[in-house]
């Protein structure tokens, strides 16, 4: 199975394959394949993995006062609007928040069921995910700092991201040395850090962003989510999985094309719309998986 093998945890997985395979990749491409390739992945698996939040709440104990059976999704798409409302009125603190949510998101998908019931545990999820868009942010500052100065018209110096970096990865080693400390752990993370920081280099912005996105992130969630909500992970699961999903995919994808198409949107506020619009879906997104992670479903 797809997603099985890329959580597969040795030292050199088919995860690792296929960032090795980018950073090649990066080294030949132009920007545009680059840039159409993590587009199509983030549209597809990237959009996919949190298409089934509803379901992923109807197997656990959350409760609602209200008995109304749209009550989930109305309160699912109020936080969706009001995560595009923060970004229209205070894109400053909208992206801040994005941000801070996404680092402590992407760790904690990261490391999922590897360092369950440690103390400080959250703290080392945000770290670690703090550690990967600083050094995405970084080694990719010019664009970066172009996409948050048309969102927020703030110019962010480069050593504001050495700094940050150089105290994000002090504190990553001291936490990773206390939580994890086990050497096939070192020799898998250091082998990606490496990978990451070539691709991160050398392709897109948005190319890094999206390869880390789909394979280290919505591949591994895909897998966790199915097992949720199924309590298995063959086949027939994924194909539920896929088909419960689909109906929520499109309509993620019909408000995004919706915008491009339909709204006068200079051709330079594209990538500040997309990152705009996958931030407005994480939120609820985020909020949803860290409640999966710490609470069994219901059978």
Known sequence: MLTIS????????????????????????????????????ILSFGILHGANDLKIIGKNNWKFKSNYRLFPFVLYMGVVVLGIAVFYFI??????????VSCYHFGEQHWEG????????????????????LMLFTLQYKDTVGVIFQI??????????QISLLIVSLALIVQFIIQVGFKSELVREFLLMGLLSILFYRGTLLFGFGLYFVVWHSFPSLRSQVHYIYGTLDRKSFIHYFKSALL?????????????????????????????FLAAITFPHAIVMERMFSIPPIE
Not at 6 to 22: A, D, E, G, M, R
Not at 152 to 161: G, M
Not at 248 to 276: C, E, R, T
């Open 6 to 41: 890329f959580t597969n945890q040795k030292y050199f997985s088919i995860s690792h394959l296929v960032s090795l395979i980018s950073v090649i990749f990066s080294f030949y491409a132009p920007e545009t394949y680059q840039n159409a390739i993590a587009c199509l992945g």
């Open 91 to 100: 894109p400053g603190v909208a992206l801040l928040s994005f941000v801070l």
């Open 248 to 276: 929520y995919w499109v309509m993620a994808l019909l408000g995004l094309f919706g915008a491009y198409f339909f709204l006068d949107i200079p051709s330079d506020q594209y990538l500040p719309l997309f990152f705009s």
């Open 152 to 161: 927020t018209s703030l110019q962010l110096p480069f050593i504001f991201f």
């Open 114 to 133: 590897r360092l369950k019931h440690r103390k400080g545990v959250q703290l080392f999820y945000f770290s670690y995910g703090a550690f990967i868009f």
